[in-house]
């Protein structure tokens, strides 16, 4: 089963990765995770031969 990298990104604070196997999320939506809505700003492919697909997330708050 294919996993996928979530890379949920705060400013000021380094970068947090989570790895998951679901894959429902595309470029724009609007996610939850850990009790805090994410943006999908980017999808892209991962130099990580065992990860299908990087999702980098940013705060929904923080987005105009």
Request: hydrophobic residues 35%; glycine residues 4%.
């Amino acid at each position: 089963m294919p996993k996928y990298e979530y890379v949920l990104r705060v400013a000021g604070r380094p970068d947090e990765h989570l790895i998951s196997d679901l894959d429902s999320v595309r470029e724009g939506d609007t996610i939850e995770i850990r009790n805090r809505r994410w943006h999908v700003v980017r999808v892209e492919p991962s130099d990580d031969p065992s990860v299908a697909e990087r999702k980098l997330l940013e705060p929904a708050d923080a987005q105009k």
